[in-house]
């Protein structure tokens, strides 16, 4: 059973988009959620439209070009309302509608697709803002709750094999591939579920951030189901 998401230190809980993008991280706290009840049909939206690729970008115009029920109709009105609050603050959010995403089967020690827990990392202030619409959603883990891939020795090791370089380039080499950023649940870890309609934001890894990135990962989408989900 997931998790209880808002029962956590990790997570901060509000009730309006303003409170969402004013409130600050603190201590543990790297997750803010604005907690909703959504009204409408997500599913009807899902339905109708056209899955172009295994990740496929719906643009406002796609939605309003549905022809849909009242509760299809007052589901769209959310997604684009939550579209144009997010652009309002300067950010560029993207609905996408997905079956999967590419997985990374390189290497089989090491996965860095989004089903590995990971951060993300950018050279600005910036926040990772996410909702799922429909289907499966993803999950957080307290950062005490996980450790750095890159500091399991064994993995280790094999990552200096790939490497075979001098050892004072290394650590750019672990940053280029993107390996410091992916993370292994430790034992009895207690991921939690970002549940569906909830609008969250994640602190990213940046030089101004006062707090440790958020840990997530992306969900197995359930068999024959799509998701729909905002994200920027």
């Given at each position: 059973m997931d998790r209880i998401f808002f029962d956590n230190s990790q997570i901060g809980v509000v009730s309006t988009f303003s409170e969402l993008v004013?409130?600050?991280?603190?201590?543990?706290?790297?997750?803010?959620?604005w907690k909703r009840n959504l009204n409408g049909d997500f599913k009807e939206i899902v339905s109708k439209l056209q899955l172009k690729e295994n990740v496929t970008e719906v643009s406002a115009e796609d939605l309003l070009a549905l022809q849909l029920s009242e509760r299809g109709s007052a589901a769209r009105e959310t997604i684009l309302n939550d579209l144009q609050l997010l652009t309002d603050f300067g950010a560029l959010p993207s609905l996408n509608l997905l079956q999967c995403y590419d997985r990374d089967e390189e290497l089989d020690f090491f996965s860095t697709d989004v089903?590995?827990?990971?951060?993300?990392?950018?050279?600005?202030?910036?926040?990772?803002?996410?909702?799922?619409?429909?289907?499966?959603?993803?999950?957080?883990?307290p950062n005490e709750q996980a450790i750095q891939k890159i500091l399991i020795p064994e993995i280790r090791e094999k990552l200096k094999e790939l490497h075979d370089g001098p050892e004072a380039e290394f650590e750019n080499f672990l940053e280029e591939y993107f390996f410091d950023l992916h993370y292994q649940p430790k034992p009895g870890a207690e991921p939690a579920n970002l549940g569906v309609g909830h609008l969250w934001r994640l602190a990213v890894d940046h030089p101004a951030q006062q707090v440790l990135p958020c840990i997530h990962r992306a969900p197995i989408e359930k068999n024959g189901e799509y998701r729909l989900l905002l994200i920027c």
């Open positions: 004013n409130t600050d991280f603190y201590g543990a706290m790297n997750a803010i959620c089903y590995s827990y990971h951060v993300d990392r950018s050279p600005i202030g910036t926040n990772t803002f996410l909702c799922t619409y429909h289907g499966a959603a993803s999950e957080i883990l």
